[in-house]
Protein backbone atom coordinates (compact mmCIF):
# COMPACT_ATOMS: atom_id res chain seq x y z
CA UNK A 1 0.00 0.00 0.00
CA UNK A 2 1.29 3.54 -1.11
CA UNK A 3 1.48 5.61 2.13
CA UNK A 4 2.64 9.47 2.47
CA UNK A 5 6.51 9.83 3.89
CA UNK A 6 6.87 12.88 6.09
CA UNK A 7 9.54 14.10 8.02
CA UNK A 8 10.01 17.46 10.04
CA UNK A 9 13.43 19.56 9.60
CA UNK A 10 13.96 22.94 10.40
CA UNK A 11 10.14 24.13 10.94
CA UNK A 12 9.17 23.36 7.69
CA UNK A 13 6.89 20.34 6.70
CA UNK A 14 8.73 18.69 3.32
CA UNK A 15 6.34 16.67 1.09
CA UNK A 16 7.41 13.68 -0.95
CA UNK A 17 4.00 12.68 -1.96
CA UNK A 18 4.71 13.57 -5.38
CA UNK A 19 6.65 10.77 -6.74
CA UNK A 20 3.65 8.78 -5.32
CA UNK A 21 0.83 11.02 -7.36
CA UNK A 22 -0.71 12.66 -3.88
CA UNK A 23 -0.79 16.34 -4.17
CA UNK A 24 -1.58 18.16 -0.67
CA UNK A 25 -1.67 21.58 -2.74
CA UNK A 26 -4.29 22.29 -5.21
CA UNK A 27 -3.59 24.25 -8.19
CA UNK A 28 -6.13 24.87 -11.21
CA UNK A 29 -6.22 24.92 -13.62
CA UNK A 30 -3.31 22.01 -14.62
CA UNK A 31 -4.06 22.24 -18.06
CA UNK A 32 -5.76 24.70 -20.60
CA UNK A 33 -6.67 24.75 -23.96
CA UNK A 34 -7.27 28.58 -25.74
CA UNK A 35 -7.89 27.40 -29.32
CA UNK A 36 -6.67 29.83 -31.91
CA UNK A 37 -4.69 33.26 -31.03
CA UNK A 38 -4.15 36.02 -33.31
CA UNK A 39 -0.65 37.28 -33.37
CA UNK A 40 -0.47 40.52 -31.37
CA UNK A 41 -2.81 39.87 -29.25
CA UNK A 42 -2.70 38.90 -25.39
CA UNK A 43 -4.97 36.21 -23.45
CA UNK A 44 -5.39 35.98 -20.04
CA UNK A 45 -5.23 32.61 -18.01
CA UNK A 46 -5.81 33.16 -14.45
CA UNK A 47 -4.69 30.37 -11.67
CA UNK A 48 -5.74 29.63 -8.36
CA UNK A 49 -3.73 27.96 -6.06
CA UNK A 50 -5.02 26.46 -2.67
CA UNK A 51 -2.99 25.30 1.23
CA UNK A 52 -4.12 22.52 2.10
CA UNK A 53 -0.82 20.81 3.54
CA UNK A 54 -1.75 21.85 6.91
CA UNK A 55 1.39 23.95 7.47
CA UNK A 56 0.80 27.75 8.20
CA UNK A 57 2.80 30.23 5.77
CA UNK A 58 3.64 27.88 3.22
CA UNK A 59 6.72 28.99 1.01
CA UNK A 60 5.65 29.27 -2.35
CA UNK A 61 7.00 30.75 -5.75
CA UNK A 62 5.84 30.76 -9.41
CA UNK A 63 8.82 30.71 -11.93
CA UNK A 64 10.78 29.83 -15.28
CA UNK A 65 8.13 31.71 -17.82
CA UNK A 66 9.08 30.95 -20.95
CA UNK A 67 7.93 33.08 -24.28
CA UNK A 68 5.12 33.66 -24.82
CA UNK A 69 3.49 33.36 -21.46
CA UNK A 70 4.41 36.14 -18.81
CA UNK A 71 3.21 36.70 -15.45
CA UNK A 72 0.61 39.47 -15.15
CA UNK A 73 -0.34 40.05 -11.78
CA UNK A 74 0.19 37.74 -8.18
CA UNK A 75 -1.83 37.89 -5.37
CA UNK A 76 0.12 34.84 -3.72
CA UNK A 77 3.15 36.51 -2.62
CA UNK A 78 5.70 34.83 -1.68
CA UNK A 79 4.06 32.16 1.23
CA UNK A 80 0.10 30.93 1.63
CA UNK A 81 -1.65 30.86 4.83
CA UNK A 82 -3.05 26.93 5.95
CA UNK A 83 -6.71 26.41 3.93
CA UNK A 84 -5.78 30.05 1.74
CA UNK A 85 -5.78 30.28 -1.66
CA UNK A 86 -4.43 32.98 -3.67
CA UNK A 87 -4.61 33.76 -7.36
CA UNK A 88 -2.12 35.03 -10.12
CA UNK A 89 -2.49 35.43 -13.84
CA UNK A 90 -0.74 35.18 -16.35
CA UNK A 91 -0.47 36.68 -20.31
CA UNK A 92 -0.18 34.26 -23.57
CA UNK A 93 0.93 37.37 -25.94
CA UNK A 94 2.33 35.26 -29.27
CA UNK A 95 3.90 37.08 -31.88
CA UNK A 96 3.78 37.30 -35.91
CA UNK A 97 7.17 34.75 -35.75
CA UNK A 98 4.73 32.08 -34.07
CA UNK A 99 2.04 31.92 -36.76
CA UNK A 100 1.16 28.82 -38.17
CA UNK A 101 2.78 27.14 -34.82
CA UNK A 102 1.15 24.74 -32.27
CA UNK A 103 1.65 24.46 -29.11
CA UNK A 104 1.52 21.75 -26.13
CA UNK A 105 3.79 22.73 -23.27
CA UNK A 106 4.54 23.65 -19.69
CA UNK A 107 5.81 27.51 -19.74
CA UNK A 108 6.40 28.28 -15.96
CA UNK A 109 6.95 26.44 -12.97
CA UNK A 110 4.93 26.65 -9.34
CA UNK A 111 7.09 25.54 -6.51
CA UNK A 112 5.91 25.74 -2.59
CA UNK A 113 8.03 23.76 0.61
CA UNK A 114 11.53 25.73 -0.88
CA UNK A 115 11.19 23.91 -4.62
CA UNK A 116 10.94 20.53 -3.12
CA UNK A 117 7.70 19.77 -4.88
CA UNK A 118 5.79 22.30 -7.61
CA UNK A 119 3.68 21.72 -10.74
CA UNK A 120 3.82 22.24 -14.69
CA UNK A 121 1.02 23.12 -15.54
CA UNK A 122 0.52 23.03 -19.46
CA UNK A 123 -1.17 25.86 -22.12
CA UNK A 124 -2.61 24.67 -25.40
CA UNK A 125 -2.70 27.30 -28.52
CA UNK A 126 -2.38 27.82 -32.32
CA UNK A 127 -1.23 30.71 -33.43
CA UNK A 128 -2.82 32.68 -36.72
CA UNK A 129 -2.40 35.51 -38.74
CA UNK A 130 -3.62 38.88 -37.34
CA UNK A 131 -7.03 39.90 -38.12
CA UNK A 132 -6.73 43.24 -40.08
CA UNK A 133 -8.04 46.22 -37.69
CA UNK A 134 -11.52 47.80 -38.81
CA UNK A 135 -11.03 50.78 -41.08
CA UNK A 136 -13.26 52.93 -43.28
CA UNK A 137 -13.41 52.25 -46.95
CA UNK A 138 -11.73 54.82 -48.99
CA UNK A 139 -11.91 54.31 -52.87
CA UNK A 140 -11.46 56.08 -56.29
CA UNK A 141 -12.99 54.30 -59.40
CA UNK A 142 -12.58 54.95 -63.33
CA UNK A 143 -9.87 54.21 -66.14
CA UNK A 144 -6.39 53.61 -67.36
CA UNK A 145 -5.74 53.37 -70.81
CA UNK A 146 -3.10 51.12 -72.51
CA UNK A 147 -2.62 51.09 -76.39
CA UNK A 148 -5.64 53.61 -76.58
CA UNK A 149 -7.96 51.10 -74.55
CA UNK A 150 -9.54 51.86 -71.51
CA UNK A 151 -9.55 49.51 -68.59
CA UNK A 152 -11.57 49.79 -65.48
CA UNK A 153 -9.32 50.95 -62.33
CA UNK A 154 -9.93 51.14 -58.70
CA UNK A 155 -7.89 52.43 -56.18
CA UNK A 156 -8.33 52.92 -52.22
CA UNK A 157 -7.52 53.62 -48.37
CA UNK A 158 -8.03 50.29 -46.17
CA UNK A 159 -6.33 52.53 -42.87
CA UNK A 160 -8.13 55.64 -42.69
CA UNK A 161 -7.10 57.21 -45.73
CA UNK A 162 -3.08 56.68 -44.55
CA UNK A 163 -2.03 54.82 -47.39
CA UNK A 164 -3.15 54.45 -51.21
CA UNK A 165 -2.76 51.47 -53.38
CA UNK A 166 -4.66 50.44 -56.63
CA UNK A 167 -6.65 47.35 -55.84
CA UNK A 168 -8.02 46.46 -59.20
CA UNK A 169 -6.43 47.39 -63.41
CA UNK A 170 -8.56 44.96 -64.79
CA UNK A 171 -6.93 44.42 -68.35
CA UNK A 172 -8.78 41.56 -69.37
CA UNK A 173 -12.46 43.89 -69.27
CA UNK A 174 -12.52 46.62 -71.69
CA UNK A 175 -14.66 49.49 -70.38
CA UNK A 176 -14.55 52.28 -67.49
CA UNK A 177 -16.20 53.16 -64.41
CA UNK A 178 -18.19 55.67 -63.27
CA UNK A 179 -19.32 55.69 -59.54
CA UNK A 180 -19.47 53.81 -56.70
CA UNK A 181 -20.75 53.38 -53.40
CA UNK A 182 -19.50 51.40 -49.88
CA UNK A 183 -21.06 50.59 -46.24
CA UNK A 184 -19.45 49.69 -43.53
CA UNK A 185 -16.09 48.93 -43.13
CA UNK A 186 -13.45 46.67 -43.67
CA UNK A 187 -14.44 43.98 -41.16
CA UNK A 188 -18.21 43.40 -42.64
CA UNK A 189 -18.29 46.28 -45.39
CA UNK A 190 -19.50 46.30 -48.95
CA UNK A 191 -18.48 48.39 -51.97
CA UNK A 192 -19.74 48.23 -55.72
CA UNK A 193 -18.26 50.48 -58.81
CA UNK A 194 -20.80 50.78 -61.74
CA UNK A 195 -19.89 51.60 -65.49
CA UNK A 196 -19.69 50.29 -68.83
CA UNK A 197 -17.58 48.07 -71.24
CA UNK A 198 -16.31 48.80 -74.58
CA UNK A 199 -18.50 46.53 -76.63
CA UNK A 200 -21.96 48.25 -74.88
CA UNK A 201 -22.25 46.37 -71.95
CA UNK A 202 -23.36 46.99 -68.64
CA UNK A 203 -20.27 46.69 -65.82
CA UNK A 204 -21.01 46.15 -61.78
CA UNK A 205 -18.07 44.85 -60.08
CA UNK A 206 -18.38 44.63 -56.14
CA UNK A 207 -16.33 43.34 -53.18
CA UNK A 208 -17.26 42.09 -49.56
CA UNK A 209 -14.06 41.11 -47.99
CA UNK A 210 -11.26 43.33 -47.44
CA UNK A 211 -11.51 46.45 -49.92
CA UNK A 212 -9.10 44.50 -52.44
CA UNK A 213 -10.75 41.57 -54.14
CA UNK A 214 -13.19 42.51 -56.62
CA UNK A 215 -15.42 40.77 -58.57
CA UNK A 216 -17.35 41.06 -61.81
CA UNK A 217 -21.49 40.59 -61.96
CA UNK A 218 -22.24 38.63 -65.13
CA UNK A 219 -23.83 40.67 -67.58
CA UNK A 220 -25.92 38.03 -69.49
CA UNK A 221 -28.20 38.21 -66.86
CA UNK A 222 -29.30 42.30 -67.19
CA UNK A 223 -27.39 43.81 -69.90
CA UNK A 224 -25.40 42.99 -72.90
CA UNK A 225 -26.16 46.21 -74.30
CA UNK A 226 -25.95 49.13 -71.88
CA UNK A 227 -24.58 51.03 -69.18
CA UNK A 228 -24.71 52.03 -65.54
CA UNK A 229 -24.24 55.53 -64.31
CA UNK A 230 -25.05 55.76 -60.58
CA UNK A 231 -25.13 53.69 -57.58
CA UNK A 232 -27.06 54.35 -54.07
CA UNK A 233 -26.77 51.85 -50.80
CA UNK A 234 -28.34 51.84 -47.90
CA UNK A 235 -28.34 49.54 -44.85
CA UNK A 236 -26.44 49.05 -41.40
CA UNK A 237 -23.23 48.85 -42.62
CA UNK A 238 -22.42 44.69 -42.64
CA UNK A 239 -22.26 43.49 -46.33
CA UNK A 240 -25.29 40.60 -45.97
CA UNK A 241 -27.38 43.49 -44.54
CA UNK A 242 -26.63 45.53 -47.20
CA UNK A 243 -29.18 47.07 -49.96
CA UNK A 244 -28.10 48.88 -53.39
CA UNK A 245 -29.81 50.22 -56.48
CA UNK A 246 -27.90 50.34 -59.51
CA UNK A 247 -29.41 52.42 -62.71
CA UNK A 248 -28.60 52.86 -66.36
CA UNK A 249 -30.28 51.80 -69.45
CA UNK A 250 -30.32 48.65 -71.15
CA UNK A 251 -29.90 49.96 -74.36
CA UNK A 252 -26.76 52.54 -75.60
CA UNK A 253 -27.26 55.49 -78.15
CA UNK A 254 -30.94 56.60 -78.26
CA UNK A 255 -33.35 54.24 -77.30
CA UNK A 256 -32.46 54.33 -73.98
CA UNK A 257 -34.57 51.29 -71.94
CA UNK A 258 -34.68 51.74 -67.89
CA UNK A 259 -32.49 49.67 -66.03
CA UNK A 260 -32.54 48.76 -62.31
CA UNK A 261 -30.64 46.32 -60.40
CA UNK A 262 -31.11 45.57 -57.01
CA UNK A 263 -28.75 43.60 -54.45
CA UNK A 264 -30.71 42.49 -51.24
CA UNK A 265 -29.73 39.72 -49.03
CA UNK A 266 -26.34 39.36 -50.79
CA UNK A 267 -27.62 38.65 -54.45
CA UNK A 268 -28.18 41.07 -57.64
CA UNK A 269 -30.96 41.00 -59.76
CA UNK A 270 -32.86 43.17 -62.37
CA UNK A 271 -36.27 44.55 -61.21
CA UNK A 272 -38.69 44.79 -64.02
CA UNK A 273 -40.61 47.71 -62.14
CA UNK A 274 -41.36 49.96 -64.94
CA UNK A 275 -44.44 49.77 -66.99
CA UNK A 276 -43.68 49.04 -70.86
CA UNK A 277 -45.62 52.22 -71.86
CA UNK A 278 -42.69 53.96 -69.58
CA UNK A 279 -39.61 51.56 -70.27
CA UNK A 280 -38.04 53.69 -73.13
CA UNK A 281 -35.87 55.75 -69.89
CA UNK A 282 -32.12 56.40 -69.51
CA UNK A 283 -31.06 56.47 -65.78
CA UNK A 284 -28.27 58.50 -65.40
CA UNK A 285 -28.64 58.91 -61.29
CA UNK A 286 -30.06 57.61 -58.34
CA UNK A 287 -30.34 57.96 -54.53
CA UNK A 288 -31.61 56.87 -51.34
CA UNK A 289 -32.55 57.75 -47.84
CA UNK A 290 -31.02 56.38 -45.07
CA UNK A 291 -33.17 53.24 -43.54
CA UNK A 292 -36.20 54.11 -41.71
CA UNK A 293 -39.86 52.61 -41.52
CA UNK A 294 -40.20 52.99 -45.54
CA UNK A 295 -36.66 53.97 -47.26
CA UNK A 296 -37.22 55.98 -50.38
CA UNK A 297 -35.45 55.86 -53.17
CA UNK A 298 -35.47 58.44 -56.16
CA UNK A 299 -33.84 57.36 -60.00
CA UNK A 300 -33.50 60.15 -62.36
CA UNK A 301 -32.82 60.66 -66.23
CA UNK A 302 -34.42 61.21 -69.61
CA UNK A 303 -36.86 59.55 -71.32
CA UNK A 304 -34.81 58.54 -74.36
CA UNK A 305 -37.92 58.84 -76.94
CA UNK A 306 -39.40 62.46 -75.93
CA UNK A 307 -36.09 63.92 -74.72
CA UNK A 308 -37.94 64.74 -71.67
CA UNK A 309 -36.52 64.72 -68.00
CA UNK A 310 -37.88 62.16 -66.10
CA UNK A 311 -37.90 60.93 -62.40
CA UNK A 312 -39.19 57.58 -60.75
CA UNK A 313 -39.72 56.79 -56.92
CA UNK A 314 -39.80 53.68 -55.00
CA UNK A 315 -41.14 54.95 -51.53
CA UNK A 316 -42.10 51.54 -49.68
CA UNK A 317 -38.78 49.38 -50.41
CA UNK A 318 -36.74 49.17 -53.14
CA UNK A 319 -37.85 46.20 -54.97
CA UNK A 320 -41.39 47.85 -54.72
CA UNK A 321 -43.08 48.82 -57.52
CA UNK A 322 -41.69 52.26 -59.10
CA UNK A 323 -43.58 55.30 -60.02
CA UNK A 324 -42.53 57.94 -63.13
CA UNK A 325 -43.15 61.14 -62.17
CA UNK A 326 -44.62 62.70 -64.63
CA UNK A 327 -45.64 66.19 -65.93
CA UNK A 328 -42.95 67.71 -63.99
CA UNK A 329 -42.14 69.40 -67.21
CA UNK A 330 -42.59 69.61 -70.95
CA UNK A 331 -38.81 70.98 -72.06
CA UNK A 332 -36.20 69.09 -73.37
CA UNK A 333 -33.71 68.23 -71.16
CA UNK A 334 -32.27 65.43 -68.33
CA UNK A 335 -32.21 65.07 -65.08
CA UNK A 336 -28.01 64.33 -64.06
CA UNK A 337 -28.27 64.39 -60.32
CA UNK A 338 -30.65 63.19 -57.25
CA UNK A 339 -29.49 63.11 -53.69
CA UNK A 340 -32.22 62.52 -50.99
CA UNK A 341 -31.52 62.56 -46.99
CA UNK A 342 -33.94 62.35 -43.81
CA UNK A 343 -36.17 59.24 -43.23
CA UNK A 344 -39.42 58.77 -42.47
CA UNK A 345 -41.51 61.52 -42.43
CA UNK A 346 -38.62 63.84 -42.26
CA UNK A 347 -37.44 62.38 -46.09
CA UNK A 348 -36.69 65.02 -48.44
CA UNK A 349 -35.12 64.60 -52.26
CA UNK A 350 -34.15 67.05 -54.33
CA UNK A 351 -33.03 66.04 -58.49
CA UNK A 352 -31.09 68.52 -60.58
CA UNK A 353 -30.29 68.76 -63.68
CA UNK A 354 -30.27 71.04 -67.44
CA UNK A 355 -32.48 71.82 -70.29
CA UNK A 356 -31.68 71.72 -73.81
CA UNK A 357 -32.22 75.43 -74.12
CA UNK A 358 -29.33 75.98 -71.37
CA UNK A 359 -31.89 76.33 -67.80
CA UNK A 360 -31.28 74.77 -64.49
CA UNK A 361 -33.50 72.15 -63.90
CA UNK A 362 -34.60 71.95 -60.01
CA UNK A 363 -37.44 69.68 -58.48
CA UNK A 364 -38.30 68.97 -55.11
CA UNK A 365 -39.74 66.48 -53.08
CA UNK A 366 -41.41 67.42 -49.98
CA UNK A 367 -42.72 65.79 -46.79
CA UNK A 368 -45.87 64.71 -48.56
CA UNK A 369 -44.58 62.92 -51.36
CA UNK A 370 -45.59 66.13 -53.60
CA UNK A 371 -43.02 67.09 -56.43
CA UNK A 372 -42.57 70.59 -57.70
CA UNK A 373 -39.63 72.35 -60.11
CA UNK A 374 -38.33 75.11 -58.48
CA UNK A 375 -37.46 78.59 -60.33
CA UNK A 376 -35.30 78.17 -63.07
CA UNK A 377 -32.22 80.43 -63.78
CA UNK A 378 -29.79 80.09 -66.67
CA UNK A 379 -27.73 77.50 -66.04
CA UNK A 380 -26.31 73.74 -65.91
CA UNK A 381 -26.81 71.94 -62.97
CA UNK A 382 -24.32 68.32 -62.91
CA UNK A 383 -24.88 67.37 -58.96
CA UNK A 384 -26.85 67.92 -55.66
CA UNK A 385 -26.34 67.24 -52.06
CA UNK A 386 -28.64 67.21 -49.29
CA UNK A 387 -28.30 66.60 -45.60
CA UNK A 388 -30.06 67.21 -42.42
CA UNK A 389 -34.21 66.30 -42.43
CA UNK A 390 -37.27 67.88 -43.01
CA UNK A 391 -37.96 70.86 -44.38
CA UNK A 392 -34.37 72.48 -42.60
CA UNK A 393 -32.41 69.90 -44.66
CA UNK A 394 -29.48 72.18 -46.25
CA UNK A 395 -28.63 71.19 -50.03
CA UNK A 396 -26.06 72.33 -52.62
CA UNK A 397 -26.27 72.06 -56.39
CA UNK A 398 -22.91 73.07 -58.75
CA UNK A 399 -22.68 73.06 -62.27
CA UNK A 400 -22.05 75.31 -64.89
CA UNK A 401 -23.41 78.38 -66.80
CA UNK A 402 -25.18 77.89 -70.25
CA UNK A 403 -22.21 77.81 -72.27
CA UNK A 404 -19.80 75.81 -69.85
CA UNK A 405 -17.19 78.73 -69.25
CA UNK A 406 -17.67 79.54 -65.84
CA UNK A 407 -18.89 77.96 -62.63
CA UNK A 408 -22.52 77.65 -60.64
CA UNK A 409 -23.26 77.11 -56.83
CA UNK A 410 -26.55 76.97 -55.61
CA UNK A 411 -27.87 76.90 -52.24
CA UNK A 412 -30.77 75.68 -50.36
CA UNK A 413 -31.75 76.09 -47.00
CA UNK A 414 -35.17 74.47 -46.60
CA UNK A 415 -34.88 70.85 -48.58
CA UNK A 416 -34.91 72.91 -51.92
CA UNK A 417 -38.23 74.71 -51.76
CA UNK A 418 -35.94 78.28 -52.50
CA UNK A 419 -32.81 78.55 -53.94
CA UNK A 420 -30.09 81.24 -53.63
CA UNK A 421 -27.59 81.81 -56.28
CA UNK A 422 -24.21 81.88 -54.22
CA UNK A 423 -21.50 84.70 -55.98
CA UNK A 424 -19.13 83.63 -53.79
CA UNK A 425 -17.92 80.82 -56.11
CA UNK A 426 -20.20 81.07 -59.12
CA UNK A 427 -19.29 83.12 -62.48
CA UNK A 428 -15.25 81.63 -61.89
CA UNK A 429 -14.03 80.40 -65.11
CA UNK A 430 -14.23 76.62 -65.21
CA UNK A 431 -17.19 74.21 -63.75
CA UNK A 432 -17.77 71.95 -61.32
CA UNK A 433 -18.64 68.42 -62.13
CA UNK A 434 -19.55 67.06 -58.32
CA UNK A 435 -20.47 68.47 -54.64
CA UNK A 436 -21.45 66.11 -51.30
CA UNK A 437 -22.65 67.56 -48.22
CA UNK A 438 -22.86 65.86 -45.04
CA UNK A 439 -23.26 66.30 -41.10
CA UNK A 440 -26.69 67.70 -41.04
CA UNK A 441 -27.93 71.51 -41.52
CA UNK A 442 -26.07 73.03 -37.96
CA UNK A 443 -22.69 73.85 -37.06
CA UNK A 444 -21.43 70.09 -38.21
CA UNK A 445 -22.14 70.58 -41.79
CA UNK A 446 -19.63 69.97 -44.15
CA UNK A 447 -19.32 70.30 -47.98
CA UNK A 448 -16.84 70.47 -50.69
CA UNK A 449 -17.01 71.21 -54.59
CA UNK A 450 -15.28 69.68 -57.17
CA UNK A 451 -14.14 70.52 -61.05
CA UNK A 452 -11.91 72.59 -62.51
CA UNK A 453 -12.50 76.66 -61.59
CA UNK A 454 -9.56 78.64 -61.65
CA UNK A 455 -7.74 78.53 -58.47
CA UNK A 456 -8.21 75.49 -57.40
CA UNK A 457 -9.94 72.20 -58.89
CA UNK A 458 -11.92 71.93 -54.96
CA UNK A 459 -13.85 74.38 -53.16
CA UNK A 460 -15.33 73.72 -49.49
CA UNK A 461 -17.61 75.54 -46.57
CA UNK A 462 -17.13 74.57 -43.29
CA UNK A 463 -18.94 77.42 -41.90
CA UNK A 464 -22.16 76.76 -43.77
CA UNK A 465 -23.62 76.65 -46.80
CA UNK A 466 -23.34 79.91 -47.89
CA UNK A 467 -19.20 80.47 -46.80
CA UNK A 468 -16.81 79.04 -49.23
CA UNK A 469 -12.89 78.98 -49.76
CA UNK A 470 -10.58 77.56 -52.56
CA UNK A 471 -8.87 74.35 -50.83
CA UNK A 472 -5.10 75.01 -51.50
CA UNK A 473 -2.26 72.62 -52.85
CA UNK A 474 -4.30 70.62 -55.02
CA UNK A 475 -2.00 71.50 -57.65
CA UNK A 476 -2.64 71.03 -61.54
CA UNK A 477 -5.78 69.19 -63.01
CA UNK A 478 -9.13 68.51 -62.32
CA UNK A 479 -11.28 66.72 -59.80
CA UNK A 480 -14.42 65.15 -61.34
CA UNK A 481 -15.89 63.72 -58.37
CA UNK A 482 -16.06 64.06 -54.66
CA UNK A 483 -17.70 62.14 -51.56
CA UNK A 484 -18.17 62.94 -47.91
CA UNK A 485 -19.31 61.66 -44.70
CA UNK A 486 -19.22 62.07 -40.93
CA UNK A 487 -20.01 65.79 -39.39
CA UNK A 488 -17.47 68.53 -37.95
CA UNK A 489 -14.00 68.51 -36.97
CA UNK A 490 -13.79 64.62 -37.88
CA UNK A 491 -15.68 64.50 -41.29
CA UNK A 492 -13.99 62.21 -43.90
CA UNK A 493 -13.78 64.17 -47.59
CA UNK A 494 -12.05 62.23 -50.91
CA UNK A 495 -11.90 63.61 -53.78
CA UNK A 496 -10.86 62.12 -57.47
CA UNK A 497 -9.98 63.09 -61.12
CA UNK A 498 -6.68 63.65 -62.67
CA UNK A 499 -3.90 65.51 -62.23
CA UNK A 500 -1.95 67.79 -65.05
CA UNK A 501 -0.02 64.85 -66.60
CA UNK A 502 -3.17 62.71 -67.29
CA UNK A 503 -2.81 60.39 -64.23
CA UNK A 504 -5.48 59.80 -61.82
CA UNK A 505 -5.31 61.69 -58.62
CA UNK A 506 -7.00 61.65 -55.20
CA UNK A 507 -7.17 64.05 -52.45
CA UNK A 508 -8.63 63.87 -49.40
CA UNK A 509 -9.22 65.31 -45.60
CA UNK A 510 -9.99 63.45 -41.87
CA UNK A 511 -10.32 66.21 -40.01
CA UNK A 512 -13.38 67.99 -41.48
CA UNK A 513 -11.55 70.18 -43.89
CA UNK A 514 -8.76 71.37 -41.77
CA UNK A 515 -6.22 69.93 -43.94
CA UNK A 516 -6.28 68.36 -47.09
CA UNK A 517 -3.56 66.32 -48.48
CA UNK A 518 -2.61 64.20 -51.85
CA UNK A 519 -1.90 61.16 -51.03
CA UNK A 520 0.31 58.81 -53.50
CA UNK A 521 -1.57 55.71 -55.00
CA UNK A 522 0.77 53.13 -55.41
CA UNK A 523 1.17 50.81 -59.29
CA UNK A 524 -1.45 53.90 -60.80
CA UNK A 525 -0.86 53.91 -64.23
CA UNK A 526 0.40 56.75 -65.82
CA UNK A 527 -2.54 57.14 -68.15
CA UNK A 528 -5.16 57.25 -65.73
CA UNK A 529 -8.66 58.97 -64.44
CA UNK A 530 -10.63 58.30 -61.70
CA UNK A 531 -14.64 59.40 -62.31
CA UNK A 532 -16.17 58.52 -59.03
CA UNK A 533 -15.23 58.49 -55.31
CA UNK A 534 -16.43 57.09 -52.21
CA UNK A 535 -16.11 56.70 -48.75
CA UNK A 536 -17.01 55.70 -45.24
CA UNK A 537 -17.13 57.09 -42.09
CA UNK A 538 -17.38 55.52 -38.31
CA UNK A 539 -18.14 52.21 -39.70
CA UNK A 540 -21.07 53.41 -41.84
CA UNK A 541 -22.25 55.26 -44.70
CA UNK A 542 -25.68 55.45 -46.50
CA UNK A 543 -25.88 57.32 -49.30
CA UNK A 544 -23.64 56.87 -52.55
CA UNK A 545 -22.06 59.74 -54.25
CA UNK A 546 -24.02 61.49 -56.25
Known amino acids: MKRLITTVASGCLFFSGLAYGIQPVELSP ?203 CTGDGSASNSSCIAAGSENSGAAGKALLLLRKNATWSKLNVIS ?38 STSGLESTWTVISNLTADNGTFSSVSCTGSDADKRCVAVGSTVAGDTLIATRDGSGNWSLASSVAGRLNSVSCTGSGNSAACVAVGSNADYSQTLLMTSADAGQTW ?68 GSTAVCTAAGQDGADKGKVAQTINGGSTWSIPSVSSIPNESGFNGTANTQNSVMRRAPR
Open 30 to 232: LSKSLGALAAGTTTTVTYTLTNNTGVDNLTVGISGFISPVTLATNSCGGSLRLNASCTFTVHVSPTSSQVSRSFNQSFFQVDYQGERVGYHPTLSFSVRAPTPSASPFLNAVGYSVQSSTYYPLIAGSLNSGGAWQTVLNDTATEGHLNSSACLGDTQQGFCAAVGEQTDGGALLLYQTTDGQTWSKLTTSSFATDGFLKSIA
Open 276 to 313: PSEEEIAFTTVGCTDTGNSTLCVAGGVNSNAATPVLAE
Open 420 to 487: TKNTQVSDINGSFTQVSCTGGSGSNLRCAAAGNASVSPLYQATTGINSWEPVTGMGAGRLAAVHCTGS
